[in-house]
């Protein structure tokens, strides 16, 4: 299965790693991290992504966001599913409108086009009216709106395991198998 994860420029960059690091082991894995979720990631962590992902990574195909011709940019390439989380606000908007000024942005409207899994991990608090529009015509062309909140239900007890429940529910909308978190079990 091919797979497009797309890391853009919010808050909580280490959500998409997280997500990136056991996707990278399941499924042929495309990626691309914008000039956002960098400098968003090296403000919050006071580290250099591009260097943790060259030596972290070695499974997964990075692609510059800057580049409209490769893989991606072309439904014929065949990526049956693509994510992005986090997900901006700016590449919410940007999607809804139909903008495909970057390779993320193209690549979304590829799968729009083709009526290909689009999940978005949507990451802002508290949402606009604007926000909560765009994401709801979305939501109508059947992408799937999948913010990263938690649960209760998971007995979460620290920030890894909180971490654990958000990307288990991305893993679940990929239908790709995982242990990260409790499943709901009736009380």
């Known amino acids: 299965m091919k797979i497009l994860l797309g890391i853009s420029g919010s808050s909580s960059v280490d959500l998409g790693l997280k997500l990136l690091e ?47 011709s490769t893989s991606v940019a072309s439904g014929s390439f065949g990526i049956e599913q693509t994510l992005i989380a986090p997900c901006s606000i700016s590449s919410l908007a940007k999607i809804h409108a139909g903008f495909a000024d970057t390779l993320l942005m193209r690549a979304a409207a590829v799968a729009l086009k083709e009526r290909k899994k689009l999940i978005l991990g949507v990451r802002e608090m508290p949402f606009s009216t ?38 288990g529910k991305w893993l679940d909308l990929l239908e790709i198998k995982h242990d990260l978190y409790q499943k709901w079990q009736k009380f």
């Open 130 to 167: 604007l926000n909560l529009e765009q994401m709801t015509k979305l939501s109508q062309m059947g992408v799937i709106i999948a913010p990263p909140i938690i649960a209760s239900y998971s007995n979460a007890k620290n920030l890894e395991q909180m971490q654990n429940f958000i990307v």
């Open 22 to 68: 056991i996707l990278e082991k399941k499924c042929e894995l495309y990626c691309i991290i914008t000039k956002g979720a960098k400098i968003s990631f090296e403000a919050e962590n006071k580290q250099n992504l591009e260097k943790i992902c060259q030596e972290k990574f070695q499974n997964t195909h990075f692609l510059n966001d800057e580049n409209l």
